[in-house]
C-alpha cells in the first residue's frame, strides 16, 4: 500500500475519524493531559522494532497512528496495525 497516514488524516477504516498518533514510553503529565483531551493515545513503555531490508534500518513493528472513532491502529505506510 503506498497510502502515507499523517496525525489528521481521515481514518482509512471507518471514515469518519481523523487520526491521532499514539505515544510510546513512560508518559508525562503533558501527555496525559493530551490523552484526556483526545489529541494523543498512550500506547506503552514497549516499542517492538523489526529490521526493514529496503530501507536498511530498524522501523517501529507497532502502529503510529490511532482512530478515536473506531479504535483503528494504523502505521504510517497506511497498514493496519495490532
Request: hydrophobic share 25%; with cysteine; aromatic share 6%.
Amino acid at each position: 500500500m503506498n497510502t502515507r497516514l499523517r496525525k489528521g488524516s481521515r481514518c482509512t477504516s471507518c471514515q469518519e475519524g481523523r487520526l491521532v498518533p499514539i505515544i510510546y514510553g513512560l508518559p508525562t503529565n503533558e501527555t496525559v493531559e493530551q490523552y484526556r483531551e483526545g489529541k494523543v493515545e498512550i500506547g506503552g513503555c514497549i516499542v517492538r522494532e523489526v529490521f526493514d531490508e529496503e530501507r536498511g534500518e530498524f522501523v517501529s513493528a507497532d502502529p503510529q497512528l490511532s482512530c478515536p472513532q473506531c479504535g483503528g491502529k494504523f502505521l504510517r505506510d497506511g497498514r493496519r496495525g495490532s
